[in-house]
Each structure stands twice: as structure tokens, then as C-alpha cells.
């Protein structure tokens, strides 16, 4: 009965060692591809920089830079070590340790406001269901950046992100 036992105990072993393998896809880290960068204290001071230009009265009427800057200048130096930023699509990625993943949108609902908006959070491959997202942001499912207010606009697209003057 002991051998039976023992028997039984290694092929349940055995069986879950194999799915967790078949499964590793889902639960490990991606591997790092696309235009992934680190988020760094000169990535915030180039989109400073950017914005300075912009604010400018006679700075261009647009001005680009990388997810991962933008990224800087909006986390303030709070962002891990770890931290990296990409556009992909028309959407800003950050992630951190290369698990946990936060995709979404920009936007300047008004001056001096900018406003990421979490479209989708994944952990390892595994996309967290959307209630989850207004739980990470308390309640919401954005969390906002304070832009000059020459800041009228915001596109993310073709691996960077256009800030555009207000008008006035």
C-alpha cells in the first residue's frame, strides 16, 4: 500500500511539473522585445525640455518624445529602477521587473492636466479583468500628470508621443 501511495504521490508530481511547464507562457515574464527603454532622470528632463520649447511663444506647435520619456516626467522619479516604457500602437506600455504591465491612453481632458487612462493591466502574459484596473487606481481607472498649460493635446501613435500647443 506504501509503494501504491508512493506511486501515486510522484505521477501527481509528475503531472503538475508538466503543466506548469505547458503553461510557463501565461505566468512568466515576457521576454523583452519591441522599443522597450528604461525610465530615467534624463528621459524626465528631455520631455522638460520638449515642454519648455512648446511653451515657448514662438516654439514649434509640436513637440515628440519617447514613451519612456514621457514616462519619466510623469512618474517624477517614483517608478522602480527597473522601469521601462514603450508606444506600441497607439498606446503607452510601462512595466516593471518585466512582470507587471500597464497599457492605456493619454489625454488632456483640461489645461494643465494630463490623463493616463488604463485600457489594460497584465501580470506576466495574463491580462487582469477590467474591474480589477479601477482598484488599482482607487476608484478610478486613470491617474493624472500635471502639464504646463500650454499642453492642448496629445496623440500617442508611431512610437512616440506628440504633445501639441494649445491654441489660443
Known sequence: MGCLRSIGCLTVLAVGLAAVYLTRGMWMAPTPT????????????????ALDRLAAPRGPSYVEVTGAE???????????????????????????????????????????VGEFRATEIKVGNVALPTAVIS????????????????????????GHITLYKKIP
Open 34 to 49: 519591441g522599443p522597450w527603454e528604461p525610465l530615467t532622470a534624463s528621459g524626465a528632463a528631455a520631455t522638460r525640455r
Open 70 to 112: 514621457f514616462a519619466s516626467y510623469a512618474l517624477k522619479g517614483s517608478a522602480p529602477a527597473d522601469a521601462q516604457a514603450a508606444v506600441i500602437g497607439d498606446h503607452l506600455h510601462v512595466r516593471e521587473r518585466r512582470i507587471i504591465e500597464l497599457i492605456g491612453t493619454i489625454d488632456v481632458p483640461r489645461s494643465g
Open 135 to 158: 482598484r488599482i487606481f482607487h476608484g478610478a481607472d486613470s491617474a493624472t500628470v500635471g502639464l504646463p498649460t500650454a499642453v492642448g493635446d496629445i496623440r500617442v501613435a508611431r
